[in-house]
């Protein structure tokens, strides 16, 4: 509960003289205020910065339906937090200004994305398991019989 937020404060930084604890909300001074959101990281091409994607719905009167519309958050990464990966689902909250486009700062991580997540979000194949030398030879035994 430091930050003000329902969320758990990560271990301290490994290398504190190096920390960038300007825009850090757990070490350092910066303030979160305002939405705290969840989302899917679809994005970790930038350093220090991910892209959160957050799915919504939106009500049509004319047609008396629901039309699904996405915001894509460009957000902080403290140096904290573990490295996140694509397919990660992240909690980020609003702050001030932290470049031109980001004002949200990443606070959780959720849940851990899984092979058959990424696979879906990169549009690649989703990698085969690997097989033990017990699993090629009992292949092996079948396929004599």
């Known amino acids: 509960m430091a930050i003000g937020l329902d969320v758990e404060t990560p271990p301290e930084p490994e290398n504190p003289e190096e920390y960038d604890y300007e825009k850090c909300p757990f070490y350092g001074d910066l303030a979160v ?56 689902t ?11 486009t980001k004002s949200h700062v990443v606070v959780e991580v959720t849940e851990e994305a899984t092979a058959a997540d990424v696979a879906e979000l990169t549009g690649q194949a989703e990698p085969e398991p690997e097989l033990s030398a017990e699993d090629l030879a009992a292949a092996e035994d079948e396929g004599d019989q």
């Not at 992240?90 to 031109?100: D, M, N, Q, W």
């Open 33 to 88: 205020r305002g939405q705290v959101l969840e989302g899917t990281v679809v994005s970790t091409d930038m350093d220090k910065t991910v892209v959160v994607e957050r799915e919504y719905d939106v009500a049509v009167p004319k047609y008396d339906r629901q039309m699904k519309r996405r915001s894509r958050i460009p957000a902080h990464v403290p140096g904290v937090l573990e490295s996140l990966s694509v397919g990660d």
């Open 90 to 100: 992240v909690k980020i909250a609003e702050t001030r200004p932290l470049s031109k």
